[in-house]
């Protein structure tokens, strides 16, 4: 079987409401054409590369061509974890979870998007809980890192429900315009004290190796 191979095809992440997992090709066709629906007001941008800028036909393909990158080029020191987010069997979402030297370091970086007709209804909130969980519980991380521009308060209203704290600035360039994000962190220890959704893990313990960790090792 592939998932043999490629264990990461059998991870399982559930909230009360939600199931995160890698797609398979028709959901990820599904995920696409939810990008080229919509994710942001065009007269924003809150992505450091505006990648929701293309042509609806062009954004699908890239979300198919970046989820394709990350796999081919996924290593254990360098890794990008894109799971495809469910509401009820349908495809909502993209909840992104990223590591360099995660074995060394113990840091995780997170980021997502939602489609337009499934933002504001706490789904943000709880798929960001799924792969803290993933993180602190399953993978053992010290730390969390995310980030967002100053006119995204959707971004920040989910981070500090679950206790990010200020981590200083960086200065971007997007659409021409300098821009600032505001960097944002959160310690294992201000996760354990925050964290109210239940998360179960299904199918971790034969990627470790893939984070790279040791077999039975979190």
């Not at 960001?128 to 521009?149: K, N, W, Y």
Request: glycine residues 10%.
């Amino acid at each position: 079987m592939l998932t043999d191979h490629w264990p990461l095809l059998g991870l399982r992440l559930r909230t009360p409401r939600l199931e995160l997992r890698l797609p398979a090709d028709d959901e990820l066709a599904a995920l696409a054409d939810l990008a080229a629906q919509g994710v942001h007001e065009p007269d924003r941008m809150p992505f450091i590369v505006p990648w929701t800028d293309l042509p609806p036909a062009q954004r699908a393909r890239s979300v198919v061509q970046h989820h394709w990158l990350c796999r081919g080029n996924w290593s254990p020191d360098d890794w990008a974890l894109n799971l495809a987010v469910f509401e009820n069997g349908r495809v909502v979402g993209l909840q992104t979870v990223v590591a360099r030297d995660f074995a060394v370091l113990r840091q995780a970086s997170t980021g997502s998007w939602l489609g337009a007709r499934h933002q504001r209804q706490g789904i943000g909130t709880e798929m960001r809980a799924a792969v803290l969980h993933l993180a602190f519980a399953g993978l053992g991380a010290t730390e969390a890192v995310s980030g967002a521009f100053e006119d995204n308060p959707s971004s920040y209203a989910v981070s500090r429900k679950h206790g990010y704290e200020p981590d200083g600035v960086d200065r971007h360039v997007v659409r021409g315009r300098g821009v600032t994000e505001r960097r944002l962190r959160l310690t294992r220890e201000r996760w354990q004290a925050r964290r109210d959704v239940p998360v179960t893990l299904d199918g971790l313990a034969p990627c470790l190796p893939l984070f790279g960790l040791p077999d039975g090792c979190g």
